[in-house]
């Protein structure tokens, strides 16, 4: 499985869906009551959407981009629009944001399919020609008591009971369909897009892909390993007493600069922040300048 | 240990197949729990609209899907309208190529789509659900009856008996399955009839073919493992500098050109036989455009080499 992203991408998904199944069907049985009064609607979009919104909200929050974008940005505003690239931080948080509406509309689905908080909802609205058209060919109390058809308390009789909450339910699963058809119309014309507008071939960007992967499992391994050695060196410093032996490491510039998101160009062989910064300190020593700000002796 | 080597030699050699049955079956199998599960005719004026959605726009979705997870169609999409170079001009002999390409692409995003309708009309409820709810079946029974009638016939897929002046009318059921088979077989003889056609067309013959397919599934796991090896070092290269402040020694990766050249759709030439456009473009001078030419074949049979290299997906 060790090349096959994209399996490791459509079983990530799949878990995705079956995780939101599951929550779905947790949060009918144990939490949702329809309270079959005038309150329907609001109880029953609150239970639609406002999952989904945490749901965005997590998105948001799990995505490793978004904090490399937003790390610092207090302190130094001018970080999120440098001179001559501001549209970096649209389109970084524009990518971060379609990432993130993946799990809310897998939820819009599934609860849309499954239908029981849209019958409740819809059973409570206040459009008066809707509710005329649930009640077409039906009896006069029908008006009053539909409300209460979510619940199955209502005194009339059980084959209009039963075709109301069929129509409801068929309504949710029609617009459950097409939202997912809709998303995934979308998916498709984005992903296009990106790909027609890209300057870099197919097989580059696979293996810029891999580089960046790399590139991450290469930084958690020095991250440890000069984590562990200055702390060896200052732990020993401490408890033998002896003087400070001088330890190189990058300066507070030099790690802002690598942190940077995004502004390298693969099609001048650079795949990554770091990698522009390792070529541009080449063409410098090239130059003849000396790289004092790249890096500071630890105190 | 020898009987698991032959399942696995097996399967990689007819790996397409068993790839398309694997989407056939779970196509299938989830068609069978949607339809047990989720689907309840409502047996109303609903019924038109609620039985055709649920017929055709799961196959739409799958459809869409089809096209975003083939590789094929985003090496050729990749990169075709960048800034800088012109999208208007397209040679004659390129536009058919795309076309065909293109064509390819859709028949393999046609598997499941196709399956999804044909298991739904063998299982019959969501034919008899939509037909119950068209207009035009409600005229033909209700011939000179009233509205009373047309219900009458919403809801016979809750069970519901026809009027008794109706008798002669052949089940819904019945007739979703016919159609069903129908288009199972049209689908086999037209699929059986095309790969014909292709093979008798191809340039290559059959044991250079077979040779072919095995030498691509060859290269793609060596492009995998050199590049990784090659994104490794450049990576500990990079860090080791940024780390130790050591002067980094200058780095040798292929170049822009290079990259666009192989990652360009395969045109077989029967005067240099190459068997991929890796193959091309290091046989002919390094740094050469490898353009097509006049002499280049174009044929649906060698559809495999384009689709075979690394399997990554378009998606976001």
């Given at each position: 499985?060790d090349g096959?992203?994209h399996w490791?991408?459509?079983?990530?998904y799949?878990l995705?869906?079956l995780?939101?199944v599951g929550?779905?069907?947790?949060?009918?049985?144990s939490a949702?009551k329809c309270?079959?009064s005038?309150k329907n609607?609001?109880?029953g979009?609150?239970y639609?959407?406002?999952p989904?919104?945490v749901?965005?909200?997590v998105g948001?929050?799990l995505n490793?981009?978004?904090?490399?974008?937003f790390?610092?940005?207090?302190v130094n505003?001018?970080k999120?629009?440098?001179?001559g690239k501001s549209c970096h931080?649209?389109h970084?948080f524009g990518?971060?944001?379609?990432k993130?509406?993946?799990?809310?509309v897998?939820?819009l689905?599934?609860?849309?399919?499954?239908?029981?908080?849209?019958?409740?909802?819809?059973?409570g609205?206040k459009?008066?020609?809707?509710?005329?058209m649930?009640?077409?060919?039906k009896?006069?109390?029908?008006?009053?008591?539909?409300?209460?058809v979510?619940?199955?308390q209502?005194s009339?009789s059980?084959?209009?009971?039963?075709e109301?909450?069929?129509t409801l339910?068929a309504?949710s699963?029609?617009v459950?369909?097409?939202?997912?058809?809709t998303?995934a119309f979308?998916s498709?014309?984005?992903?296009?897009?990106?790909?027609?507008q890209?300057?870099t071939s197919?097989?580059q960007?696979?293996?810029?892909?891999?580089y960046t992967?790399?590139?991450?499992?290469q930084?958690?391994k020095?991250?440890?390993?000069?984590a562990?050695k200055l702390?060896?060196?200052n732990?020993?410093s401490?408890?033998e007493?002896?003087?400070?032996?001088?330890?190189?490491?990058?300066?507070?510039?030099?790690?802002e600069?690598?942190?940077?998101?995004?502004s390298?160009?693969?099609?001048?062989q650079?795949?990554?922040?770091?990698h522009k910064l390792?070529?541009?300190?080449m063409?410098?020593?090239?130059s003849n300048?000396?790289?004092d700000?790249m890096?500071?002796?630890?105190p | 240990?020898e009987?698991?080597?032959?399942?696995?030699?097996f399967?990689l050699?007819?790996?397409k197949v068993?790839?398309?049955?694997a989407?056939?079956?779970?196509t299938a199998g989830?068609?069978?729990l949607f339809?047990?599960v989720a689907f309840?005719?409502?047996?109303?004026?609903w019924?038109?609209?609620?039985?055709?959605v649920?017929?055709?726009v799961?196959?739409?979705?799958?459809?869409?899907?089809?096209?975003?997870?083939?590789?094929?169609a985003?090496?050729l999409?990749?990169?075709?309208?960048?800034?800088?170079r012109c999208?208007?001009?397209i040679?004659r002999?390129?536009?058919?190529?795309y076309?065909?390409v293109l064509?390819l692409v859709?028949?393999?995003?046609?598997?499941?789509?196709?399956?999804?309708?044909?298991v739904a009309l063998?299982?019959?409820?969501?034919y008899?659900?939509?037909?119950?709810?068209?207009?035009?079946l409600q005229?033909?029974?209700?011939?000179g009856?009233?509205?009373?009638?047309?219900?009458q016939?919403?809801?016979?897929?809750?069970g519901?008996t026809?009027?008794?002046?109706?008798?002669?009318?052949?089940?819904?059921?019945?007739?979703s399955?016919v159609?069903?088979c129908?288009l199972i077989a049209?689908?086999m003889a037209?699929?059986?009839a095309?790969?014909?056609i292709n093979?008798?067309?191809?340039?290559?013959?059959?044991?250079?073919?077979r040779?072919?397919?095995?030498?691509?599934?060859?290269?793609?796991?060596v492009?995998?493992?050199?590049a990784?090896e090659?994104a490794?070092?450049?990576?500990?290269?990079?860090l080791?500098?940024?780390f130790?402040?050591t002067e980094?020694?200058?780095?040798?990766t292929?170049?822009n050109?290079?990259?666009?050249q192989i990652s360009?759709?395969?045109?077989?030439?029967?005067k240099?036989?190459?068997y991929?456009?890796?193959?091309k473009?290091i046989?002919?001078?390094r740094?050469?455009?490898?353009k097509?030419?006049e002499?280049?074949?174009f044929?649906p049979?060698?559809?495999?080499v384009?689709?075979?290299?690394?399997?990554?997906t378009?998606t976001?």
């Amino acid at each position: 499985l060790d090349g096959k992203m994209h399996w490791r991408k459509a079983i990530g998904y799949s878990l995705m869906g079956l995780l939101t199944v599951g929550s779905e069907h947790l949060f009918s049985l144990s939490a949702f009551k329809c309270p079959c009064s005038n309150k329907n609607y609001t109880y029953g979009l609150v239970y639609l959407f406002v999952p989904a919104l945490v749901l965005l909200f997590v998105g948001f929050a799990l995505n490793g981009s978004t904090w490399q974008l937003f790390t610092g940005c207090c302190v130094n505003p001018r970080k999120l629009f440098p001179k001559g690239k501001s549209c970096h931080f649209f389109h970084a948080f524009g990518q971060i944001t379609l990432k993130a509406f993946v799990a809310p509309v897998m939820w819009l689905s599934v609860v849309l399919l499954n239908g029981t908080f849209y019958e409740c909802a819809m059973s409570g609205s206040k459009n008066l020609k809707y509710l005329e058209m649930l009640c077409h060919n039906k009896s006069n109390k029908c008006l009053e008591e539909l409300p209460k058809v979510a619940c199955g308390q209502t005194s009339l009789s059980s084959w209009e009971t039963e075709e109301i909450l069929l129509t409801l339910q068929a309504e949710s699963q029609v617009v459950g369909w097409c939202v997912i058809v809709t998303a995934a119309f979308l998916s498709l014309l984005i992903t296009c897009y990106g790909h027609c507008q890209s300057n870099t071939s197919h097989l580059q960007k696979r293996f810029w892909k891999i580089y960046t992967e790399k590139e991450k499992e290469q930084f958690e391994k020095y991250f440890e390993d000069y984590a562990t050695k200055l702390s060896e060196r200052n732990l020993k410093s401490f408890f033998e007493n002896k003087k400070l032996e001088p330890f190189p490491m990058p300066s507070l510039r030099a790690w802002e600069e690598a942190s940077a998101l995004d502004s390298f160009n693969i099609n001048q062989q650079i795949f990554s922040t770091l990698h522009k910064l390792v070529e541009d300190s080449m063409k410098e020593n090239d130059s003849n300048e000396t790289q004092d700000t790249m890096v500071n002796l630890v105190p | 240990m020898e009987k698991f080597r032959t399942v696995l030699d097996f399967c990689l050699s007819h790996q397409k197949v068993l790839g398309y049955s694997a989407v056939s079956l779970l196509t299938a199998g989830s068609e069978r729990l949607f339809s047990a599960v989720a689907f309840q005719c409502p047996c109303n004026s609903w019924n038109m609209l609620y039985g055709s959605v649920f017929l055709l726009v799961p196959a739409l979705i799958l459809f869409l899907l089809g096209y975003l997870l083939n590789v094929r169609a985003w090496r050729l999409f990749t990169a075709c309208c960048a800034p800088g170079r012109c999208c208007c001009y397209i040679h004659r002999r390129r536009f058919w190529r795309y076309v065909s390409v293109l064509w390819l692409v859709t028949v393999s995003a046609a598997v499941a789509p196709l399956t999804w309708i044909a298991v739904a009309l063998l299982g019959a409820n969501l034919y008899e659900c939509a037909v119950s709810g068209s207009s035009l079946l409600q005229r033909h029974l209700c011939q000179g009856r009233g509205t009373q009638c047309h219900e009458q016939v919403a809801r016979i897929p809750c069970g519901g008996t026809l009027p008794k002046e109706a008798q002669t009318f052949v089940s819904l059921q019945t007739q979703s399955q016919v159609l069903g088979c129908i288009l199972i077989a049209s689908i086999m003889a037209l699929v059986l009839a095309v790969t014909c056609i292709n093979r008798c067309r191809s340039p290559v013959s059959f044991l250079q073919l077979r040779f072919w397919k095995i030498y691509l599934e060859k290269e793609r796991e060596v492009f995998e493992r050199k590049a990784k090896e090659h994104a490794t070092k450049l990576a500990e290269r990079n860090l080791k500098c940024f780390f130790e402040s050591t002067e980094p020694e200058p780095f040798q990766t292929p170049s822009n050109k290079d990259w666009q050249q192989i990652s360009s759709l395969y045109a077989f030439n029967t005067k240099g036989q190459y068997y991929s456009m890796i193959h091309k473009y290091i046989s002919a001078n390094r740094g050469t455009s490898i353009k097509s030419t006049e002499e280049d074949v174009f044929s649906p049979a060698l559809g495999f080499v384009d689709g075979t290299d690394c399997n990554e997906t378009g998606t976001l």
